[in-house]
Nanobody, 130 residues
Framework: QVRLAESGGGLVQAGGSLKLSCAASERAFSSYAMDWFRQAPGKERELVAAISAGGSTTYYTDSVKGRSTISRDNAKNTVDLEMNSLKPEDTAVYYC???????????????????????WGQGTQVTVSS
């Protein structure tokens, strides 16, 4: 099973930037699409961004589109999420997940089943102060 570990979270002022990283334990990582999810207190977990296994295709939820970039390096078994112009509403725990399906639109994001995911990271806290 691929083990995932996130890093890079922290406290940042509104308007600032953060780069989250997710490191995978094995090269099977390159076979999977990768997602970044987030969960704010009292809210459901939501898909923030996704990237295909080869890295050629990406998806962003509307609330982060234009100010976030997801990227992956299959040689290093890593996937990153760079977020700019951060807002207080971006405050959440961010999780990376290895996914059998590339979620390139709202329909596939909404249709996610727990069995679609190979593994999850432990999460990293992002707090944006106003």
């Amino acid at each position: 099973q691929v083990r995932l570990a996130e890093s890079g979270g922290g406290l940042v002022q509104a308007g600032g930037s953060l780069k989250l990283s997710c490191a995978a334990s094995e090269r099977a990582f390159s076979s999977y699409a990768m997602d970044w999810f987030r969960q704010a207190p009292g809210k459901e977990r939501e898909l923030v961004a996704a990237i295909s296994a080869g890295g050629s295709t990406t998806y962003y939820t509307d609330s982060v589109k234009g100010r976030s970039t997801i990227s992956r390096d299959n040689a290093k078994n890593t996937v990153d999420l760079e977020m700019n112009s951060l807002k207080p509403e971006d405050t959440a725990v961010y999780y990376c997940a290895a996914d059998l399906i590339f979620r390139g639109n709202l329909a596939t994001a909404a249709a996610a089943r727990s069995t679609d995911f190979i593994s999850w990271g432990q999460g990293t806290q992002v707090t944006v102060s106003s």
